[in-house]
C-alpha cells in the first residue's frame, strides 16, 4: 500500500470560494470511484492544509495524476488557491489500529 501526502499553504484562507470546496469534493470522488483509492482524509487548519490519499499500486497513483480533471484542479491551485505545496508518495510498510 502506497500514501500521498499533499500539504499546502494557502494563498488567503478567507478567499476561498465556492469553486474550491467543490473541486475538493469532485476530487476525492473521482479518486475513490475511478481511480481505486482507498481512503481520502484532508484538514485545513488556518494557511495549512493536509491530504493524505491511501492506494494499492503505483499505477493507480500514477494514472490519478493523469487524469485531465485533476490537472485542472492543480492548474487552478497553482494559479488561484496554493502559495506553495508539496507533495510525497510513500510506502506504507507497517500499520496498526484499535477499534
Known amino acids: 500500500m502506497y500514501a500521498v501526502i499533499f500539504r499546502a499553504q494557502i494563498k488567503d484562507p478567507k478567499n476561498i470560494d465556492s469553486t474550491y470546496s467543490a473541486m475538493a469534493a469532485r476530487m476525492r470522488e473521482l479518486a475513490t470511484t475511478q481511480y481505486g483509492c482507498i481512503d481520502f482524509s484532508s484538514v485545513?487548519?488556518?494557511?495549512?492544509?493536509?491530504?493524505?490519499?491511501?492506494?494499492?499500486?503505483?499505477?493507480?497513483?500514477?494514472?490519478?495524476?493523469?487524469?485531465?480533471?485533476?490537472?485542472q484542479a492543480q492548474g487552478l491551485g497553482q494559479s488561484r488557491w496554493y502559495r506553495s505545496y508539496h507533495v510525497e508518495v510513500v510506502k506504507v510498510e507497517r500499520q496498526y489500529q484499535s477499534d
Open 44 to 71: 485545513t487548519e488556518g494557511e495549512s492544509e493536509i491530504s493524505i490519499s491511501y492506494w494499492e499500486s503505483m499505477e493507480q497513483i500514477s494514472a490519478w495524476k493523469s487524469d485531465p480533471e485533476h490537472q
